[in-house]
């Protein structure tokens, strides 16, 4: 008998609804809506694909690309040592300048020196220090691409100029010892106007037991030491030279040295060291080469992996920002994923 009434088809609150709805319905679900047209989107953009499958498994091959653990360790290891490396950059660009400063090197009379100032090597090496740490630093913390490429390349320099160096260095072992020898003759004698070259020499002369660069005679160099001098320190060579330079072991003697040029080497072996500083240097080598060498590949290996953390990083970035730029617009009228496709479709609804 109901299905000869008139009002059939009224929609009563208690009756069920129809759950077959169509595209046609202007009440049908946006949701649905846009579950419908990204499966059409995706067969369409998806030509190859079996037609008997499910276009959602196709979608689903190339899932959102998620950071792991791993890449958030790597993020914040990279991020806090290079923090730490920059925090020691500015330690030794500080010290740098504070040697600077204090010695006065700015000044007028002395900024023709300032070249073979030692702590200028300080200044330099702080200053390239901060720079590229705190460039891998923001990079890492901010996800930069730039300025990790940046920190790459220059950690990849870095490392070839130090292979290059460590190449050159034992195939011109005479020259370098000629080097060494001009340095350490220039280091005497400046040795009464520089601070940092006297605290060097003195620390040399001290720690390995030597007394010029091939003998205690070449303190002749020196304009206070020389034999023509008219000073007290003529014909003398420097405390940190004497066997003995302390009194009873408690006062240090400055002047234990003086007249010690004058002497033959017996006589001279008992007040002074005889040997020279260079000779020192090739022994100190020669004995501890194999803990120079373990921290050579140490310090090589950490650049290795600063490199290795760097590019894995970028390469994170890159494949989270592709995924990103990949996925569709949301839309601000129509929740969820929006395209010119369904733009239009709705439209015609």
């Not at 088809?9 to 579950?35: A, C, F, G, H």
């Not at 369409?44 to 653990?69: C, F, I, M, V």
């Not at 160099?221 to 007290?232: Q, R």
Request: hydrophobic fraction near 45%; include cysteine; glycine fraction near 8%.
């Amino acid at each position: 008998m109901r299905n000869y009434l008139p009002f059939k088809k009224i929609s009563w609150p208690w009756s069920k609804s129809d759950t077959e709805q169509n595209e046609r319905s202007p009440l049908i679900p946006k949701v649905r809506l846009l579950d419908v047209e990204l499966d059409q989107v995706t067969s369409e953009s998806q030509p190859e694909t079996n037609h008997g499958a499910d276009p959602r498994s196709a979608a689903k091959l190339q899932p959102y690309y998620q950071y792991s653990w791993m890449d958030y360790f790597l993020k914040y290891f990279l991020f806090l040592c290079n923090l730490l490396f920059t925090v020691l950059g500015l330690v030794v660009l500080g010290l740098g300048f504070w040697g600077l400063i204090s010695k006065e090197s700015f000044a007028q009379e002395k900024i023709g020196n300032i070249g073979t100032d030692p702590m200028l090597a300080l200044v330099s090496l702080g200053f390239l220090l901060t720079l590229l740490c705190l460039s891998g630093c923001v990079g890492a913390i901010r996800e930069n691409c730039f300025l990790l490429k940046a920190f790459s390349f220059a950690v990849l320099a870095l490392i070839s100029v130090q292979v290059l160096i460590a190449i050159l260095a034992y195939g011109m072992q005479d020259q370098i010892g000629g080097y060494l020898r001009s340095g350490m003759l220039a280091a005497m004698a400046r040795y009464q106007d520089d601070l940092d070259l006297r605290f060097i020499a003195d620390e040399i002369q001290s720690n390995l037991q030597c007394c010029g660069a091939d003998t205690y005679r070449d303190w002749e160099i020196n304009i206070y030491y020389n034999c023509s001098a008219p000073g007290v320190l003529a014909c003398g060579v420097p405390a940190t030279c004497c066997v003995d330079p302390l009194e009873n072991g408690t006062v240090w003697n400055s002047q234990c040295g003086v007249g010690a040029q004058l002497l033959d080497e017996f006589t001279a072996q008992s007040v002074v060291f005889l040997g020279g500083c260079l000779g020192g240097i090739s022994r100190w080598i020669e004995q501890h080469e194999a803990l120079i060498g373990t921290a050579a590949v140490v310090v090589l290996g950490v650049q290795i992996v600063a490199v290795f953390i760097s590019t894995r990083l970028l390469e994170s970035i890159r494949w989270h920002k592709v995924d990103n730029i990949c996925l569709p617009v949301p839309s601000p009228s129509i929740p969820g994923i929006s395209s010119p496709k369904l733009k239009e479709s709705h439209k015609h609804s």
